[in-house]
C-alpha cells in the first residue's frame, strides 16, 4: 500500500456496529462528520484475531475515492522501501489465490508484506462497504 492511499491515522474511536455486514466490517465511525466504514484488517486477510490494545490505530484510506478505515495493530513508522528490496511473493502464495500481495520487502532480518488495497478491497466488498455507509446515513438521519 502507498502512502499515498493513507490520509491520516487515528486512535481507534467508538465504532458503530452495523447489521447484516461482512465479518471484516466492524462498523462505522464519524470521523469529523463523515461516515466511514471501518475494516479489520486481520479479519479481512483472514489472520487469527488479536485485541485490541493502546497501539491499535485506524488508518483513514482512500480507494476510488471512498474513504476506508483498516483498524490495525500499530503504526510504528513510514517506510521508504527501495525497489530492489521487494521480490515478487513466493510461487506457492501467488497460486493460492492470495492476489493482493504485490510483494515481500526485506529490511535487514524483517520480512514486510506489501499489499494492494484496490485488491484487498474487492469491488464486490466495496460494495458492500458502500451500502454500510449509506445504512449508517440513513440511521443517522432517523
Known amino acids: 500500500m502507498g502512502i499515498e492511499s493513507v490520509h491520516e491515522i487515528v486512535k481507534v474511536p467508538d465504532i458503530t456496529e452495523v447489521p447484516d455486514t461482512p465479518a471484516f466490517l466492524e462498523g462505522v465511525i464519524n470521523l469529523r462528520g463523515k461516515i466511514?466504514?471501518?475494516?479489520?484488517?486481520?479479519?479481512?486477510l483472514r489472520l487469527i484475531g488479536k485485541e485490541r490494545t493502546k497501539s491499535s490505530r485506524v488508518l483513514i484510506t482512500e480507494n476510488d475515492g471512498r474513504l476506508v478505515g483498516l483498524l490495525v495493530d500499530a503504526v510504528s513508522e513510514v517506510l521508504k522501501i527501495p525497489p530492489d528490496t521487494v521480490e515478487a511473493p513466493p510461487e506457492m502464495?501467488?497460486?493460492i489465490g492470495v492476489e493482493y500481495i504485490t510483494g515481500v520487502a526485506k529490511i535487514g532480518e524483517q520480512l514486510i508484506i506489501l499489499l494492494d488495497l484496490k485488491k484487498?478491497?474487492?469491488?464486490?466488498?466495496?460494495?458492500?462497504?458502500?451500502?454500510?455507509v449509506e445504512k449508517g446515513v440513513e440511521q443517522k438521519a432517523a
Open 120 to 132: 484487498v478491497f474487492s469491488i464486490e466488498d466495496m460494495k458492500k462497504v458502500g451500502a454500510v
Open 93 to 95: 502464495i501467488s497460486s
Open 36 to 44: 466511514v466504514p471501518v475494516v479489520d484488517l486481520r479479519k479481512r
